[in-house]
């Protein structure tokens, strides 16, 4: 399991690099530009037998392989924020991939 943090200056948006086997890859969406919008779920390894492994969620405009394939891929969090119609503050968060 690779998790490694790439520290970016002047205020950037932090990355991390993670290692995994694809467990699923679906289309969820379209860009206003008509591109498509790819969830792909990684499974990382489990640190010992008792503990289940993590699984993470990665947003990117390209498939990055098929179901049942390792990768190690680049992501940086993304944080978005809105007001919903009941006043109410909203704050999803998703990984995406860097390009």
Known sequence: ????TTPKANG???TLWITGRIQSADQVGTTKDQFPILETIVCMPAPD???APKRLCVRSNAKLGQPGEDITIEVMPVLRSWLDKNKKWQHPHYLEAVK
């Open 1 to 4: 399991m690779t998790e490694k």
């Open 12 to 14: 950037a948006t932090p």
């Open 49 to 51: 037998t008792y503990t």
